[in-house]
């Protein structure tokens, strides 16, 4: 089992940026790949990105392309979302997840065996 924190949201102006991050709670030995999701208000969640154990490996939401990249220190068991250009849209919870390394990346929920409590990312226009 992998817990994991979600830290780095808050309230910025359309155009900004933020550095969201997840830390694994403890150590662990288990490789596990993550993704990071987001909830708006009213909205299903959503897929947003994906990075595999290695780092190697990046997978995108078409609506966050070239805006956010993923990425990870696996020293630090932390995971990482720097979102740049950021729009009133991108407003939600962010979540991210974690699932045991080696299988295809996952975009749904189900895909995810490990979860984060929420960040909440506000972007005022």
């Known amino acids: 089992q992998v817990q994991l924190v979600e830290s780095g949201g808050g309230l910025v102006q359309a155009g900004g940026s933020l550095r969201l991050s997840c830390a694994a709670s403890r150590r662990t030995r288990i490789a596990y790949a993550v993704g990071w999701f987001r909830q708006a208000p009213g909205k299903e969640r959503d897929f947003v990105a994906h990075?595999?154990?290695?780092?190697?490996?990046?997978y995108y939401a078409d609506s966050v392309k070239g805006r956010f990249t993923i990425s990870r220190d696996n020293a630090k068991n932390t995971v990482y979302l720097q979102m740049n250009s950021l729009k009133p849209e991108d407003t939600a919870i962010y979540y991210c997840?974690?699932?045991?390394?080696?299988?295809?990346?996952?975009?749904?929920?189900?895909?995810?065996?490990?979860w984060g409590q929420g960040t909440q990312v506000t972007i005022s226009s």
């Open positions: 997840a974690g699932r045991p390394a080696g299988r295809a990346v996952g975009y749904s929920n189900n895909d995810y065996d490990y």
């Open positions: 990075i595999n154990w290695s780092g190697g490996s990046t």
